[in-house]
């Protein structure tokens, strides 16, 4: 009975269709969350090794996103995490190569991953269908990883900089134009993702998370 149930219910024309719309949805996601990636590689590539453009980056946008659009919390983190390391791959393979500046992993490197889980909470806090959550998000989520990780900087360069408040925002100071260029480059990749998510799930080019 149960066979005859389970062949019936696949002769069904809707479960064809519903079936095949799923398919299509998860193949488009597939397709997004590689572009995302690719995104954060090309940036790494083209900003990374620019004094006055390092930083500009999509990764805290892609944490943010992630955190605001996924339902299933445990899963928010994969695609920030994973453009992540695959773009210091990208880049360690490069400077083994000798044609990248600096490493792609490098000692201490984890709290990075660690640190860009924050954005992502954020995105938890700020799930909304308004273009203010979007806002406060693009600038919350760098403007927190900055300083939570020029705070780790600070305590764990005891040479560069003095224990104390001055030497904290010595620290602080030294990472501004980091900053700048990570709060520019979410305010910009933050709606453009959100765009080609909703162009690409639904054929429709609109800010919103709806």
């Not at 693009?138 to 900089?161: D, K, M, Q, R």
Request: with cysteine; glycine share 8%; net charge positive.
């Amino acid at each position: 009975i149960l066979l005859f149930l389970r062949l019936d219910h696949i002769q069904d024309p809707y479960f064809y269709k519903v079936n095949f719309i799923h398919m299509m949805f998860n193949a488009r996601l597939i397709v997004f969350s590689v572009i995302l990636v690719a995104m954060a590689v090309a940036s790494k590539i083209y900003f990374g090794d620019s004094n006055n453009w390092s930083g500009l980056s999509p990764v805290i946008a892609i944490a943010l996103f992630s955190g605001m659009i996924m339902r299933r919390k445990n899963f928010s983190f994969l695609l920030p995490l994973m453009a992540l390391l695959v773009s210091d791959a990208v880049i360690e393979l490069l400077y083994r190569q000798g044609l990248f500046a600096y490493q792609g992993f490098y000692s201490g490197q984890w709290k990075n991953y660690l640190f860009l889980l924050l954005p992502t909470l954020i995105g938890w806090m700020l799930r909304g269908k308004n273009y203010g959550s979007l806002l406060a998000g693009a600038i919350a989520g760098p403007t927190v990883f900055f300083l939570v990780s020029n705070f780790s900087v600070w305590l764990g360069a005891h040479v560069l900089y003095s224990r104390d408040f001055s030497g904290l925002m010595s620290c602080y100071a030294a990472g501004l134009p980091f900053y700048k260029n990570a709060l520019l480059g979410t305010l910009v990749f933050l709606p453009a993702i959100v765009v080609l998510y909703n162009f690409m799930t639904r054929q429709k080019t609109q800010l919103t998370l709806a």
